[in-house]
C-alpha cells in the first residue's frame, strides 16, 4: 500500500482501482469542485491547524492518543 507520503489523489485512484469502485456524480462534483479550487481555503487552515499542533494526525486519531 502507499505510504503517506504518496499524494493523497494518487492514494485515492489506486483505492479506487483496487476496489473497483466507480465515480458517481457525488465523486464527479468533488472533483469538479477541487479543480476549480473551492476546497483551497479549507486545505490551508487544516495544514496551519495540523502546523500550529490544533489537530492530530489521523494515525495519532485512530490509535486513541
Known amino acids: ?30 472533483k469538479r469542485d477541487a479543480a476549480a479550487g473551492k476546497f483551497a481555503g479549507l486545505n490551508e487552515e487544516a495544514a496551519q491547524a495540523f502546523k500550529s499542533g490544533k489537530v492530530k494526525s489521523l494515525e495519532e486519531g485512530l490509535a486513541g492518543e
Open 1 to 30: 500500500f502507499p505510504s503517506h507520503d504518496t499524494d493523497p489523489q494518487e492514494r485515492l485512484k489506486l483505492l479506487a482501482e483496487l476496489c473497483d469502485w466507480p465515480d458517481d456524480e457525488w465523486d464527479r462534483q468533488m
